[in-house]
């Protein structure tokens, strides 16, 4: 593979990039940024292998494909920016004016518009992708953190982790239009693709709250109980649902294991071991893979997403946090 | 900044209109004693506004949620001087603050916790580590957010024993705070196994904890005070005082670690923290008050949090929702040390994880892995709910 990489780099670029066009299956790669390493660490998911680490800036956590697939940003928050890798280049090529202390960000629809949550001064930074600068900010709850968009586009959804609310933000007028106050410490916000509900995951609570977006309050809650674990030890962190909302995937942080929920009935199905403080997870496009970090053991577990099975586990770098994989 | 501009008035639009009430005004107390200890180091040197500094954070904080929910937070300070009455200024005070942080000594704090009885108001002891207060001398009124000293000696115990630093010899000082510290490292050499090969006492003579020759002195001192002493894996000190404990480290007559009092120190907060998203009020505490967080600070803080996260929780400013939901075992709190934090029914103390620091980075996070409890891990930090002498009323 390493070689396959060298000559790909070798290649001119129009070139390898008709080459991953044309075989999209072979190319899917993850990225995942690991938070102590500074390092983004590139996994080719058919061979289950690193294949790229790439040098980024400090404290690397969120981690996002743009829509087109070209770039892929990554939030570094000791240097108070978020920085662009080139995904033909695998290389930094620029930053974005994110805000102090960026973690967690999201897109719109068509990829314009970045939404960026700085946990150190109480907003949610605007950024226009295509000019590469800010263009507003919306003042939050304390510790923004959990960001999400609405599949219709018209609804931002920003957690704060000492308020403790999910911030409904009208993304046209880019005003707070309802506050849901959930659990304590609110970290990740997953919309279900119709739009039907919206999941926020709360570390210290140790629930995710099942919100009612039109009517904006909470409906429901997950629970998590494993034999043997204290329940603080059980700190729910990202969520990954499929496409046909049907089964999520929930990160239980120190309890080191991902919950597979029924999406329909809340009802937790089973418990997979993975590794230790696991964090945030990512599809493959197809939908046959889970990948999920393990923040202490510095590793990515690969759970088989219809068997429900932890298969692999591949060792990446120091802490690793986020990972994104293009969907394209 | 255009848009910022618009995005400020829209938000303001929105909070006006839609909540078109006044704000509900939530007042909180601080009451303190004028006046600090003289420390050893002059780092450790607390400011004038150590703990309080914490409180103005937290009703930032506070009203940051406040904005969303029409709920307007105010603190209001007291000092009390020399041979003023803390009965008078707590009642005085509990008039129009239903809840009062306190940073008072022992006698100070039961007298204004008694005297306030009846007015429903409550106090939260953001300083004072005596298990006493907890204990025989439990108050109703009262919310201990500041770690007991059994606490502390228990979360340090755990780390030596899990070190296979088990002989331990023991210096203790002369007052009365130092001989409770030393009882409560006696209880937790027993409780998790370590030994107490000797017991040693630093005598106060007196004298000014700042001179021009002092180096000298003390470098030909501490040798000869800790010398002849039995086979020992680590020397742990109970100054509550500020006599000697900083003293010891690299002047030892063998060369062994020093803990407790100096060296590796148990306790609730410190600057250094940095997991678990503590780097982000790290920060906000620094960029409002010009100055590193201390523990005080901390517990302060989440006295002031709890009361904001009630509010919020209920949606309420009323002191009996309040107060009935903080005692409920709904509650819990987000305080940076990893796991939320609760409070113990039968004492009103709150539970935490206790730091390790060596006054430059956290060393370690107590309860240690492997110290299992049925309820919480964390009771296996201080007086037990099967131990406890407190009837709360």
């Given at each position: 593979?390493?070689?396959?990489?060298?000559?790909?780099?070798?290649?001119?670029?129009?070139?390898?990039?008709?080459?991953?066009?044309?075989?999209?299956?072979?190319?899917?790669?993850?990225?995942?940024?690991?938070?102590?390493?500074?390092?983004?660490?590139?996994?080719?998911?058919?061979?289950?292998?690193?294949?790229?680490?790439?040098?980024?800036?400090?404290?690397?956590?969120?981690?996002?494909?743009?829509?087109?697939?070209?770039?892929?940003?990554?939030?570094?928050?000791?240097?108070?920016?978020?920085?662009?890798?080139?995904?033909?280049?695998?290389?930094?090529?620029?930053?974005?004016?994110?805000?102090?202390?960026?973690?967690?960000?999201?897109?719109?629809?068509?990829?314009?518009?970045?939404?960026?949550?700085?946990?150190?001064?109480?907003?949610?930074?605007?950024?226009?992708?295509?000019?590469?600068?800010?263009?507003?900010?919306?003042?939050?709850?304390?510790?923004?953190?959990?960001?999400?968009?609405?599949?219709?586009?018209?609804?931002?959804?920003?957690?704060?982790?000492?308020?403790?609310?999910?911030?409904?933000?009208?993304?046209?007028?880019?005003?707070?239009?309802?506050?849901?106050?959930?659990?304590?410490?609110?970290?990740?916000?997953?919309?279900?693709?119709?739009?039907?509900?919206?999941?926020?995951?709360?570390?210290?609570?140790?629930?995710?709250?099942?919100?009612?977006?039109?009517?904006?309050?909470?409906?429901?809650?997950?629970?998590?109980?494993?034999?043997?674990?204290?329940?603080?030890?059980?700190?729910?962190?990202?969520?990954?649902?499929?496409?046909?909302?049907?089964?999520?995937?929930?990160?239980?942080?120190?309890?080191?294991?991902?919950?597979?929920?029924?999406?329909?009935?809340?009802?937790?199905?089973?418990?997979?071991?993975?590794?230790?403080?696991?964090?945030?997870?990512?599809?493959?496009?197809?939908?046959?893979?889970?990948?999920?970090?393990?923040?202490?053991?510095?590793?990515?577990?690969?759970?088989?997403?219809?068997?429900?099975?932890?298969?692999?586990?591949?060792?990446?770098?120091?802490?690793?946090?986020?990972?994104?994989?293009?969907?394209? | 900044?255009?848009?910022?501009?618009?995005?400020?008035?829209?938000?303001?639009?929105?909070?006006?209109?839609?909540?078109?009430?006044?704000?509900?005004?939530?007042?909180?107390?601080?009451?303190?004693?004028?006046?600090?200890?003289?420390?050893?180091?002059?780092?450790?040197?607390?400011?004038?506004?150590?703990?309080?500094?914490?409180?103005?954070?937290?009703?930032?904080?506070?009203?940051?949620?406040?904005?969303?929910?029409?709920?307007?937070?105010?603190?209001?300070?007291?000092?009390?001087?020399?041979?003023?009455?803390?009965?008078?200024?707590?009642?005085?005070?509990?008039?129009?603050?239903?809840?009062?942080?306190?940073?008072?000594?022992?006698?100070?704090?039961?007298?204004?916790?008694?005297?306030?009885?009846?007015?429903?108001?409550?106090?939260?002891?953001?300083?004072?580590?005596?298990?006493?207060?907890?204990?025989?001398?439990?108050?109703?009124?009262?919310?201990?957010?500041?770690?007991?000293?059994?606490?502390?000696?228990?979360?340090?115990?755990?780390?030596?024993?899990?070190?296979?630093?088990?002989?331990?010899?023991?210096?203790?000082?002369?007052?009365?705070?130092?001989?409770?510290?030393?009882?409560?490292?006696?209880?937790?050499?027993?409780?998790?196994?370590?030994?107490?090969?000797?017991?040693?006492?630093?005598?106060?003579?007196?004298?000014?904890?700042?001179?021009?020759?002092?180096?000298?002195?003390?470098?030909?001192?501490?040798?000869?005070?800790?010398?002849?002493?039995?086979?020992?894996?680590?020397?742990?000190?109970?100054d509550e005082s500020e006599v000697f404990a900083s003293y010891l480290p690299y002047r030892t007559w063998d060369p062994r670690p020093v803990a407790g009092s100096a060296?590796?120190?148990?306790?609730?907060?410190?600057?250094?923290?940095?997991?678990?998203?503590?780097?982000?009020?790290?920060?906000?505490?620094?960029?409002?008050?010009?100055?590193?967080?201390?523990?005080?600070?901390?517990?302060?803080?989440?006295?002031?949090?709890?009361?904001?996260?009630?509010?919020?929780?209920?949606?309420?400013?009323?002191?009996?929702?309040?107060?009935?939901?903080?005692?409920?075992?709904?509650?819990?709190?987000?305080?940076?040390?990893?796991?939320?934090?609760?409070?113990?029914?039968?004492?009103?103390?709150?539970?935490?994880?206790?730091?390790?620091?060596?006054?430059?980075?956290?060393?370690?996070?107590?309860?240690?892995?492997?110290?299992?409890?049925?309820?919480?891990?964390?009771?296996?930090?201080?007086?037990?709910?099967?131990?406890?002498?407190?009837?709360?009323?």
């Open positions: 593979m390493m070689i396959g990489l060298k000559t790909a780099a070798l290649l001119p670029t129009g070139l390898a990039i008709w080459l991953a066009a044309t075989t999209p299956a072979a190319a899917v790669l993850a990225y995942i940024s690991n938070e102590k390493g500074n390092t983004v660490s590139v996994i080719d998911t058919e061979s289950w292998t690193v294949t790229a680490t790439i040098k980024v800036g400090q404290r690397p956590r969120g981690i996002e494909v743009t829509r087109d697939g070209k770039s892929v940003l990554v939030a570094v928050g000791d240097d108070d920016t978020v920085q662009v890798i080139d995904v033909a280049s695998q290389k930094v090529v620029d930053s974005l004016p994110s805000g102090p202390d960026p973690e967690l960000f999201t897109q719109d629809a068509a990829g314009k518009v970045l939404y960026v949550a700085n946990e150190n001064d109480n907003t949610v930074t605007v950024i226009d992708l295509d000019k590469r600068t800010r263009i507003g900010d919306v003042q939050v709850g304390v510790e923004p953190e959990g960001m999400a968009i609405s599949p219709d586009g018209n609804i931002l959804i920003n957690t704060s982790e000492t308020t403790n609310m999910a911030h409904f933000i009208d993304t046209k007028t880019r005003q707070i239009v309802a506050n849901v106050l959930v659990d304590a410490r609110p970290r990740f916000a997953e919309f279900k693709r119709d739009g039907s509900e919206l999941w926020v995951s709360s570390e210290i609570g140790g629930t995710v709250s099942v919100i009612d977006p039109v009517k904006k309050v909470v409906t429901g809650k997950i629970e998590f109980e494993i034999p043997g674990l204290r329940r603080e030890a059980i700190q729910p962190v990202g969520i990954g649902m499929t496409k046909d909302a049907k089964i999520a995937f929930i990160a239980l942080g120190p309890a080191n294991r991902v919950a597979v929920v029924d999406a329909v009935s809340h009802k937790v199905i089973k418990y997979l071991l993975v590794g230790q403080r696991v964090w945030h997870m990512a599809f493959t496009p197809d939908e046959k893979y889970l990948l999920v970090t393990n923040g202490v053991s510095n590793d990515v577990s690969v759970i088989d997403v219809a068997a429900q099975k932890v298969i692999k586990t591949i060792q990446v770098g120091e802490l690793p946090w986020g990972v994104a994989i293009p969907q394209r | 900044m255009i848009w910022w501009l618009i995005g400020a008035l829209g938000w303001w639009a929105v909070t006006s209109s839609a909540l078109a009430a006044d704000p509900v005004t939530i007042n909180i107390g601080y009451l303190r004693q004028a006046g600090t200890q003289a420390t050893l180091s002059l780092l450790d040197q607390p400011s004038e506004d150590d703990g309080i500094a914490g409180a103005r954070l937290a009703i930032e904080d506070n009203n940051t949620t406040g904005r969303f929910l029409n709920q307007q937070f105010k603190l209001d300070d007291v000092r009390l001087k020399d041979g003023d009455d803390p009965a008078k200024a707590a009642r005085e005070l509990a008039g129009d603050h239903a809840f009062i942080v306190a940073d008072l000594p022992p006698d100070a704090l039961l007298k204004a916790a008694d005297a306030i009885r009846d007015s429903g108001a409550v106090l939260f002891n953001v300083k004072d580590p005596d298990d006493r207060l907890r204990e025989a001398n439990c108050r109703a009124n009262v919310i201990h957010i500041a770690p007991t000293r059994t606490m502390l000696a228990d979360a340090l115990a755990q780390y030596l024993v899990w070190k296979q630093w088990k002989r331990w010899l023991l210096v203790v000082g002369s007052h009365d705070s130092d001989k409770l510290l030393a009882d409560a490292y006696r209880r937790a050499a027993a409780r998790f196994g370590a030994k107490i090969v000797q017991e040693r006492v630093f005598e106060d003579t007196g004298g000014a904890r700042r001179t021009d020759s002092g180096v000298a002195l003390i470098q030909r001192q501490i040798p000869v005070f800790t010398q002849q002493a039995p086979a020992y894996d680590v020397l742990v000190a109970a060296g590796l120190r148990p306790t609730g907060w410190d600057a250094s923290q940095d997991q678990w998203g503590a780097i982000q009020i790290q920060n906000r505490f620094v960029k409002l008050n010009s100055r590193h967080m201390t523990a005080t600070d901390m517990q302060a803080w989440l006295a002031t949090r709890m009361i904001g996260e009630a509010a919020s929780r209920t949606a309420s400013g009323d002191r009996n929702a309040i107060l009935t939901f903080l005692k409920s075992p709904d509650f819990s709190i987000a305080g940076f040390k990893g796991q939320r934090l609760t409070l113990r029914d039968w004492n009103l103390q709150l539970r935490q994880p206790i730091l390790l620091v060596d006054g430059r980075m956290v060393v370690s996070v107590s309860p240690q892995e492997g110290f299992l409890h049925q309820f919480s891990e964390l009771d296996t930090l201080g007086v037990d709910r099967p131990e406890t002498k407190c009837r709360l009323q």
